[in-house]
């Protein structure tokens, strides 16, 4: 049964950068089948898209978050990261890392989420 | 930019049916997904491109998609169907971008 987990630091201070990595369990990172994916939500609102990454480290984001945001994938380790600069308060949320079938079916496994707070 | 809209809250009695409507301009010419989320966890993927189930997901859990509206239809609705639902469109028209509706909770009376 695929797993994926999120980690990372659970308090950013503004202005600074949020990190996170998801690890995914099967090694299926390195698979043509597959692209990996990050949402957020922030507390008590809805779903937002952040970005979504290709094995060979073809990356594609959402245009309102282009600008502060970087993904990479480590094949060897079975791992995809997610950097978003220059935090505010606004993006204090809960972030999940995702499968996303390249057949475009939507995100079909989800890491169960972690939470990171932006504060001074 | 597009906008995919679905009403804030829906509410039904146990036994019927709810109906979780997903509006956008010429929807139907796209591919809707629609995900279950419960307090606390992660989203459930429910329905894939307009009405396929995943594996696992109860045949109560049904899609449509014509013209204008998507819709996630949950028949013989139970308790634990209680939750807020998410659409979610790939937007074509951009290279690789994915759009969520506002999100629906459903409340059984």
């Known amino acids: 049964h695929l797993q994926l987990q999120e980690s990372g630091p659970g308090l950013v201070k503004p202005s600074e950068t949020l990190s996170l990595t998801c690890t995914v369990s099967?090694?299926?990172?390195?698979?043509?089948?597959?692209?990996w994916g990050w949402i957020r939500q922030p507390p008590g609102k809805g779903l937002e898209w952040i970005g979504s990454i290709y094995y060979t480290g073809n990356t594609f984001y959402n245009p309102s978050l282009k600008s502060r945001v970087t993904m990479s994938v480590d094949t060897s380790k079975s791992q995809f990261s997610l950097k978003v600069k220059s935090v505010t308060a606004a993006d204090t949320a809960v972030y999940y890392c995702a499968r996303e079938p390249s057949s475009s079916d939507g995100f079909d496994y989800w890491g169960q989420g972690t939470l990171v707070t932006v504060s001074s | 930019s597009y906008v995919l809209t679905q009403p804030p809250s829906v509410s039904v009695a146990p036994g019927q049916t709810a109906r979780i409507t997903c509006g956008g301009n010429?929807?139907?010419?796209?591919?809707v997904h629609w995900y279950q989320q419960k307090p606390g966890q992660a989203p459930v993927l429910v329905v894939h491109?307009?009405?396929d189930r995943p594996s696992g997901i109860p045949e109560r859990f049904s899609g449509s998609n014509s013209r204008n509206t998507a819709t996630l239809s949950i028949s013989m609705v139970e308790a634990g169907d209680e939750a807020d639902y998410y659409c979610?469109?790939?937007?074509?028209?951009?290279?690789?971008?994915?759009?969520f509706g506002g999100g629906t909770k459903l409340t059984v009376l």
């Open positions: 010429n929807i139907g010419i796209k591919s």
């Open positions: 491109d307009d009405s």
């Open positions: 099967d090694g299926s990172v390195r698979s043509s089948s597959y692209y």
């Open positions: 979610q469109m790939w937007d074509s028209s951009s290279d690789h971008y994915w759009m």
